[in-house]
């Protein structure tokens, strides 16, 4: 594993921290660059008033000079503007979030301990994290976007021909929901749940152009792929789900309506006309755009909350209310985004295997050629 990525931070804490260790001397990045990712995590309408107190900006500590990687671990700040350095005592645990399961494992008898750490506000520095593989990436023309395909039940199911169509109308979506028909009833629904203190979840989809074949590998369990990438995409706040492709909708076809044939020309050497497989085979990307969907369930905390019992009395009581968002799913593509990166960099570094990034490039160039031969 070349890459790797820490983060450390609470969410009413000072601020949040990121590692990257592993990352080749010679990437340029840019802060704006993080800052931009750290803007569109923040965004979509749903979102609470934490979004508006928040300005999440990367401060680069280490790692960079001149604006340039120095093959040195890289960490990133990112400051909470609203901390908090003692809160009273919370016993209410809320369904679905991490304050139960969190108290009994770590014996608090305060649910704010296990949340602090848990809280998806931690997707800040992931985001500052990941944003960094991603421009490593970019160098190669390797490039990630996300849309909503589905949010509080709502399906978006028109969509732009191209992949640049695409992206481009789902950053221009305060849903970051190409079909705006559909994002128009997932407003509705939002706003309809704001109403009854209700929250929704959704599905996303990221998908990765320029991908080229060869990343990862069938030889270890831990070293595919589709495994690797659905680990990091799990680890996301409240997603519950993975699929690669078109994987729910092919387990009920026939195998023939079910894989993506091969063909072959002097141009475009192998290629597919379908992509079923969502760019992967074998745990091995096969060039064709990398296609995932991640489904979130509904944010756990409720403005009408659910039936709980507190930690201390054993007596019934509601889920505790605290500041939240009505949806986070348009900022659960940004994450994913940030996580598919890391991974994505990384089975990259594995294949082109160097430390510096004019070799990286030299090494990469020769497979292509090859690969084009
Ligand atoms: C946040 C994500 C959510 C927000 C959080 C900010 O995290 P959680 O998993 O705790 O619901 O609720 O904001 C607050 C905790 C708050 O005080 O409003 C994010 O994405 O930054």
Known sequence: MPLRMLTAGESHGRGLVATVEGLPAGLTVDVDYLDRHLSRRQAGYGRGGRMQIERDRAEILSGLMGGTTIAAPVSVLVWNRDWRLEEPPLTRPRPGHADLVGAQKYRFDDVRR????????????????????????????????????????????????????????????????????????????????????DTLGGVVEVIAIGVPPGLGTYVHWDRRLDGRLAQALMSVHAIKGVAVGDAFRIAATPGSAAHDEILYDDQRTFHRETNRAGGLEAGITNGMPLVMRAAMKPISTLRNPLRSVDIRTKEDSPGAIVRSDVTAVPAAGVVCEAMASLVLADTFLEK????????????????????RG
Not at 143 to 163: K, N
């Open 114 to 197: 296990p949340l602090e750490r848990a809280s998806a506000r931690e997707t800040a520095a992931r985001v500052a994290g990941g944003s960094l593989a991603r421009r490593l990436l970019e160098d190669f023309g390797i490039r990630i976007f996300s849309h909503v395909v589905q949010l509080g039940g709502v399906d978006a199911t028109m969509f732009p021909d191209s992949f640049e169509a695409l992206e481009s109308a789902a950053e221009a979506s305060d849903l970051r929901c190409a079909d705006v028909d559909a994002a128009a009833r997932m407003k509705r629904e939002i706003d309809a749940a704001k109403t009854r203190g």
């Open 352 to 371: 082109f295997g160097a430390d510096v990034m004019a070799d990286i490039h030299e090494s990469y160039e020769r497979y292509m050629t090859r690969l």
